[in-house]
């Protein structure tokens, strides 16, 4: 065959990358050491068990696996530390969604998996009754019995959903300013239905910066299925975004986003999961950026605007599990060094626990109390109005588990601009 210079080759044929990596684990168990669930639970024997060394009895077609493969949380931890570069997280969530896929999950935990990962349903069902979708979610005696019937846990964190979508705010929003520069916005479903204030503070950032926000259609990025080994809905939900931000892509215009879990979805787990190599989905991914890295690493100027508002405050920044996995380093922290008046302790806590969905489920949610101990004992004595996280559950499950809100870093450069406060910084900053 020929190839002339623009031939690219077809790689389709080059499925379950994920399990090639399995033969590069060389045991050394560095990965059971550093895993937080394998530390607090004997029901996780620890990454090099469920991932590489029980891949390698796993039947080929079959993918039996091992029930303990469940209670891996996908923090990523295990793939962060391995020297070898073994995708360990990824060999447990397919493990995970061979079981679904085989009947091996009981059918009222597929029901309960099902519900927690459809927050774009839920949001859009209850934004029209807020109020009273609200006091449904969190009252006493329906949680009570949600936890009964599906094991959702009574004790975990339901963000209240918002009254009006981000999107509504945006479609009357009257940009200002000169743009030298263009960027998609992927909200996600957390800031369309639950925290339309952080898309607000990203619009007003980007825009101060000379970046002009484009909002496409977009739906949920699926990763709470692809946790829940749901893999054909995730796969749904991941082409459907790939058609609502091909044309962007193909332009050369980045793609950023609030939600650090939703990025690295976009970025890579979708791919790598579901076995996407097609050109269009490797376009898309190439041009997703974390807001942070996109301010500090792509600004087409190269200079962040510095924020000329001094915020007075002591606070804890922690970097979620899914922020580390993207591999960037802190932008979010180089970010809130600039800042003035602002001082930041840093959590060097390697995941807060609730990892998504995970903590939600009544058989998890005091492994993922107990994985999160330690920062919530840095947090309650640090005598702190707010803790800053880059992602919407932890931020939730911080705010629940020690009574102290937490809000994204974004928010914050907004407010060192000038721009009006909202929510938990505004009573923060107004104290």
């Known amino acids: ?32 050491s550093a895993c937080p669930v394998s530390a607090v639970t004997d029901l996780f024997p620890g990454p090099k068990y ?64 099902n519900l927690i990962s459809r927050a774009e349903v839920i949001g859009k069902l209850g934004q029209p009754i807020a109020p009273l979708a609200n006091y ?34 945006y479609s009357q929003h009257n940009s200002q300013g000169e743009f030298v520069q263009e960027v998609v916005y992927f909200h996600g479903c957390s800031t369309e239905y639950y925290e339309p204030h952080v898309g607000r503070a990203a619009v007003h950032v980007l825009e101060r910066n000379g970046v002009h926000v484009i909002v496409p259609e977009q739906n949920c990025c699926g990763l709470p299925l692809l946790s829940n080994g749901e893999f054909p809905g995730a796969k749904t939900y991941h082409l459907k975004n790939v058609s609502y931000l091909l044309k962007y892509a193909q332009a050369g215009i980045p793609i950023v986003g609030t939600s650090t879990s939703c990025t690295l979805t976009l970025k890579e787990e979708a791919p790598e999961l579901l076995d996407l190599y097609d050109t269009d989905t490797h376009k898309v991914s190439d041009q997703i950026f974390d807001i942070n890295e996109f ?28 922020y580390r996995a993207h591999k960037l380093g802190f ?24 990892a998504g969905t995970y903590g939600y489920k009544v058989e998890k949610y005091d492994i993922a109390m107990a994985v999160g101990k330690s920062l919530f004992e840095l947090v309650r004595s640090s005598g702190i109005p707010l803790v800053i996280c880059d992602s ?40």
Not at 11 to 31: F, M
Not at 313 to 322: E, W
């Open 136 to 169: 449904a979610l969190n009252n006493k005696i329906a949680r009570w019995l949600a936890e009964m019937i599906l094991g959702i846990s009574k004790e975990a964190p339901l963000p209240n959903i918002a009254r009006s979508s981000f999107t509504k705010w």
């Open 392 to 431: 919407e559950t932890c931020r939730w499950h911080i705010t629940k588990a020690t009574g102290i809100p937490s809000v994204h870093p974004i928010e914050l450069l907004a407010a060192s601009y000038g721009f009006k406060a909202e929510g938990a910084l505004k009573k923060a900053l107004d104290q």
């Open 50 to 113: 469920a991932g590489p060394q029980a891949s390698r009895f796993r039947h080929p077609r079959e993918q039996t696996s091992d029930n303990s493969v469940d209670y891996c949380s996908g923090c990523r931890v295990c793939n962060m530390v391995c020297p070898t570069g073994v995708k360990i997280a990824e060999l447990n969530a397919r493990a995970r969604a061979a079981m679904v896929a085989q009947g091996k999950v009981p059918v009222l935990k597929r029901i309960r998996n």
């Open 1 to 32: 065959m020929e190839f002339t210079t623009t031939t690219v080759p077809d790689l389709s044929h080059l499925t379950k990358t994920v399990e090639l990596t399995l033969d590069q684990c060389i045991k050394c168990n560095i990965c059971t």
């Open 331 to 354: 932008p979010a922290l180089e970010i809130l060094q600039r800042i003035p008046g602002l001082h930041i302790t840093i959590s060097q806590v390697d995941c807060c626990g609730i």
């Open 295 to 322: 301010l500090i690493y792509a600004l087409s100027n190269g200079q962040l605007i510095p924020g000329d508002h001094p915020i007075n405050l002591n606070l804890v920044y922690h970097a979620p599990c899914q």
